[in-house]
C-alpha cells in the first residue's frame, strides 16, 4: 500500500513541461502553500494596506513583508488557479482531440 502511494506520488510530481498533469501540480501546489499560510495566520498582517502593523512585537516591515507573502498567494490562489486548471483542461481536450484524429499507417 505504502509503496503504491509513494509510486503514485512519484508519478504526480513528474510531469512534462506545461502538460496537463504539470499544469494541474502547480495549481495545487499554490493552494497548499496559500492554505499554509492562511493556516499560520498571516492574513492578520494584511492590515499594512491600511497603514497599521500586523504586530508590534516583528515591526512594520517584516509585517509589511508577511502582509504581502499573504496577498501574493492569496492573488495566485484566486487569479492563477482556475487559469491552471482550465489551461489543463483545455490541453487534455487538444491531446486527446488530435490523438484521436492522426492518420492511419
Not at 504526480?12 to 497548499?32: G, M, Y
Not at 499554509?36 to 509585517?63: I, K, M
Not at 498567494?73 to 484524429?101: E, G
Amino acid at each position: 500500500m505504502k509503496t503504491n502511494l509513494a509510486n503514485r506520488f512519484w508519478n504526480f510530481c513528474s510531469a512534462d513541461f506545461l502538460s496537463p498533469k504539470d499544469l494541474i501540480r502547480h495549481a495545487v501546489l499554490i493552494v497548499l502553500a496559500f492554505g499554509v499560510a492562511h493556516a499560520f495566520g498571516l492574513r492578520e498582517y494584511t492590515s499594512f494596506l491600511n497603514g497599521t502593523t500586523g504586530s508590534t512585537e516583528l515591526g512594520y516591515e517584516l509585517s509589511a513583508l508577511l502582509g504581502l507573502i499573504y496577498l501574493l498567494l492569496y492573488f495566485a490562489t484566486v487569479l492563477l488557479v482556475p487559469i491552471l486548471f482550465l489551461a489543463a483542461l483545455l490541453a487534455s481536450l487538444w491531446h486527446k482531440f488530435h490523438k484521436s484524429n492522426l492518420p492511419l499507417k
